[in-house]
């Protein structure tokens, strides 16, 4: 049984919240891409997840163990959503571990994962897949496309960069010039990416196919660069 | 370790579409329940079930199993938020299968579960916990909080019952007279309330506090008898 | 890895109760089908079933969730026959969700269940597993072979029906005109085949090479249609 | 919450094969017992276990791995018997593990199990899970009730013992002078007994009430000491 | 059935460094304190951690995930020491989710675990679990026993701090500062602590009976404060 | 999907104590295989598990099962490192019981476990994973490479043996002519492999590359024929 090479993109959860459409184009992308590759896919929470977290803290729950749980299990929720639209191809339920994971992606075309732990982003979770199935590369539908140097909404000037390196990056969140959803990715997301070799290609959420393209070597969003 | 008496309830999954006052109301009566009883709740899917499972038939999902489990995960996520707003009296996570309520039961004052395989009502969940535990009366907050002869949109002189057989409910809704939420039990659910002889008393999903009556011996809503 | 394509079938526990020459043909049977496809079976209880729940009774369990759960531990040991007999080619364990099932498909050449829960039929659990594979025809080897239109012990002029519709066969259930045997499938399995437009093709347990036959195109004994 | 004691005995698989009534005296004993002392239980797999395996063999399986798990179920389904008739104050599933059955008597009054894994005895496990609780005395309900120095049925001297060394029943074993049931026990289970300074009780399957005289410190069957 | 109050500790891996007699130390503490609350340990992964992780490097696996793995269960191993010192009080092995931690402090005496995910340090895990059960102090046995304000070893003014703020100890671990074993904790596990008002009561690992003082309300290391 | 060859082998616990060079050759030596075999290899514990016991013991714990559970539990960090080195050809962690290793092997070339249950060798789950999977010769590198008819360190006299019989060997052991290392199987190991019919091949552990030989139908250490 010869190996597929395996691929690894991280869907926002802001994916999942724009209704059929789009989801239908990445039903399409993914079962296209699982005729060459092994697909790993981490998904994340979205709306939803913001509605019932924020009915959490009005009932008075105040644990950020218990409301980034619930935002955990919305996103295997979205999880859940492809792997029924990809079935009989997709693993039959969301992974909850990267053991499972790399168990999973020998026995069937799409794996898919929500968030695994409290205090970890999903973009954390892709990098750890990344680093525990030895890819050099992984793939990032972000809600924005494209990284800025600054805040668009603020500043004019902000640029869209094409490449960044990770530490610059890190720089730029820690002086937090980024503002909600432009912030796609966390320092500790940055540190595995650096520690392990790792590029992470962003690509918009709204263009599941701009992921042809990058596979083909172009950069239709940002490159960030594991230095 | 003297065990305490069992109370297994139902909150239909439109509790949780109405916002946090109505659902700290629930945690209020629940957090007292508990201090006398070990408490197994059964929660239903809602709003957000309904929605996602739209958007799975939208992207071409037809395959019922499928859009059952979608179902199924949306009325965990509503077990969740239960389980989060008790912590640390809860057990810290929705029950998948009765051996694991069981199991649970013992060492947790609340212990939730959604949904737990594809075509089954979590009505018929609460029945079966029931039956595993021996119990004799269940408590079922209901979208319409009772019982009618028929649909009371349609017949002006459609009766609320404060008391119903089984067996004739049964009747009742095979002749399909009662639409949509006023369905609000099926027939695999009362078979298994007459095969066990247990008593559901259903409840107003809106008061909460109901239960203390009917924990007195009063009846608020409908009693179904097991016959 | 090209997936095979897939094969579910169910064997009426009756089958285990003939001894090992029967059982030797079931092997030799599904081993050859296990070539050229994915097969997925599931197992009934039969008499070590009855056997046991008649003690637990006599022993003064009430309870159905006991019992129920008796009779598809003993299914599961049926099950069990057929791993071993089959092994290496099979899963080496019953499955004991369809969850597992779906996933172990993609493992090993024959998975085999018992029952998953209680009051649920294993007849219905087929039909659950082809709805979550997508599967439009099922294969059961049931205790008598044929549907009858009503009880052939008590109407000389009974008739075995070669195709019947299973909202017509759910006539005959409900009016209890068929007893004990041949009253081989449920209202629930004959639901889900119907929401799903899955036929089921039954075949005598006592001829397992009926199967040859049905793949061909041939109905060796009644085709319920999903209508 | 203070711990209760442990009590761990094994109850062959002979016992199962009497019928309701002795089972209703086990049931009857332990239920008694249980309310002052945690109790573990180990069950035999008796008649119905060498039933299956004599089939599987007539159908060709040689693997004495896949007879030995055969055997395991049914010793299973024979500690499900159990926990059934003794629900709700039994821990809802046979465990599978000695850790399992170390975790789960902290949270029910019994814990059956039935075997564990292959070329292990019953008699292995009742005396593992004594070593794992630091317990120094376990019951045994075997099928007969006495160690004789030699088979009874071919020597009209054979005597029965009141109190036997491990070390000496353990010659008398290699010696092979005690056929079929006579062997009550094995080498690796005195092993383990001698190891680890546990003393085995045996008494009558048929006597479930003997172990009231033992706990009074009487001995009504053979007292096997650990040296 | 009244639940005790818990306390959650960390026990350096340094600790499982140093030989039998510590380590009889701390089960003669920690058996104490198991009298009066439910007890959560975490333990590190030391010496033997740094062996097999340098064994791996040399073997050419680069990957951080399977050499973050590795200490995960060499730290779990320190975890069974301790689970089987504190036998039968403890739970019977370690805890690998904080759901299987919060779930197993209701029916044991004592929880421990060691590493949970890669890339978390298990000080980060000490949190976790106690903002998964609400607690607001935490205590921490380190390799040094005091937070120094610079490397003692470096600067001959460095100052042992009584008292110090989670934020000031942040900027002092991004200045890198303080070398090896005097960064005992890292910012992640600060920001849990931050963010769910957690106190850190630093203690020396050498010294296991130096939390009385601490649960008397003393300080005899250093005490960070979440802010 | 056609089935590989299935390859069993089990590396003596000392082989993890020697340092990198050594592994690296097994990590050569078994990748090699895995294009041609399925492999399932067993690890032993050596001086790591031997300096907890150790440990352990000084710290008053004296239960066997607890020394034994220790010990198994670092034979799988030792298979966790030859997983890490492997990855990601190997099944991502120690399985932890036979069927586990059974279902594994369909899914990763190579596959590894540690111990299983206290009381029982890592010779004997080999011999036993061996029986489940049908294999009729095993591969063993133990400490000394050959089996020897006496204690080589006392008898000059003592001659290592090309070929011996099982049941020779057993008696051997049983007179305890062999001590510490020399006795690199047990009874229990041996009277699986005669059951059974298994062979025995006997390697040295300083010499991964004999396994070439020994496939080729050579034998470079002692052959255990099952009679």
Redesign the interface.
């Known amino acids: ?1 010869e ?2 090479r395996c691929l690894a993109l991280k869907i926002t959860g802001k994916a999942f919240d724009e ?2 459409e789009l ?2 184009k990445y ?1 399409h992308v993914i079962g296209g891409l699982a005729r060459d590759y092994s697909v790993l896919i981490v998904t994340g929470g979205g709306r ?1 997840a913001r509605e ?1 977290i924020e ?2 803290r ?4 105040e ?5 980034d ?2 935002g955990i ?2 996103s ?2 979205n999880a ?2 492809l ?3 990809l ?3 997709s ?3 969301p992974v909850t ?3 499972e994971a ?3 992606i ?3 075309r799409v794996v898919v994962a929500g968030g ?5 982003s999903t973009a ?1 979770v892709l990098l ?1 897949i990344a ?4 890819l050099k590369k992984v793939y990032y539908y972000s809600a924005v496309g494209k990284v800025y140097d600054k805040d668009p909404l603020k500043y004019p000037n902000a640029k869209a960069l094409s490449v960044v390196r990770a530490s610059e990056l890190a720089k730029i969140l820690e002086q937090e010039m980024l503002p909600g959803e432009y912030a796609l990715i966390d320092l ?1 997301a940055l ?2 990416a650096i ?2 070799g790792i590029e992470v290609q962003v690509l918009s959420y709204r263009e599941p196919e701009q992921i042809y393209e990058a596979l083909k070597g172009g950069n239709p969003g940002t490159l960030i660069l594991p230095e």
Do not use: C, D, F
Request: charged share 15%; glycine share 6%.
């Open positions: 049984m190996q597929k209704g059929p989801l239908r039903v939803v019932y009915v959490l009005k009932v008075g729950v644990s950020n163990y218990w409301l749980i619930t299990w919305v295997r929720l859940l959503t792997i029924a639209a079935s009989p191809h693993y039959p339920k571990s990267i053991e790399v168990a999973a020998n026995t069937s695994l732990i409290p205090g970890q954390s750890q680093e525990a199935l030895g500790q540190k595995i520690r392990s």
